[in-house]
């Protein structure tokens, strides 16, 4: 059901926008969110945002670089991400949050995990 795509290769400091498409289902009253995972590490909160109200929350590692943002029409959600660092090297994956009018920062409270995407970046 969900599909995140637009990771690659970015040099410390640069920018990538991850893109996460949805299909078969929407999301009103739910949170999706982005985790990432780095290898031999526990699958980490990075963000996630609320499709109803379009409110949003981050991990503090995070704040003030990353931005997510979604388009209800196009049943996409997006994770700008600036100012790059090499520890931000992760997969990135999508899910959906399994309560209502909840933004829930563990991955047991997420399901319909999307294929994740790689993002490197060197330093």
């Known amino acids: 059901q969900l599909q995140a795509s637009g990771g690659g290769l970015v040099q410390a400091g640069g920018s990538l926008r991850l893109s996460c498409a949805a299909s078969g289902r929407t999301f009103i009253n739910y949170a999706l969110g982005w985790f990432r995972q780095a290898p031999g590490k526990e699958r980490e909160f990075v963000g996630a945002?609320?499709?109803?109200?379009?409110?949003?929350y981050y991990a503090d590692s995070v704040k003030g670089r990353f931005t997510i943002s979604k388009d209800n029409a196009k049943n996409t959600m997006y994770l700008q991400m600036n100012s790059l660092k090499a520890e931000d090297t992760a997969v990135y994956y999508c899910?959906?949050?399994?309560?209502?009018?909840?933004?829930?920062?563990?991955?047991?409270?997420?399901?319909?995990w999307g294929q994740g995407t790689q993002v490197t970046v060197s330093s």
């Open positions: 945002i609320s499709w109803s109200s379009g409110s949003t």
């Open positions: 899910a959906v949050g399994r309560r209502t009018l909840t933004i829930a920062t563990t991955a047991p409270s997420y399901d319909s």
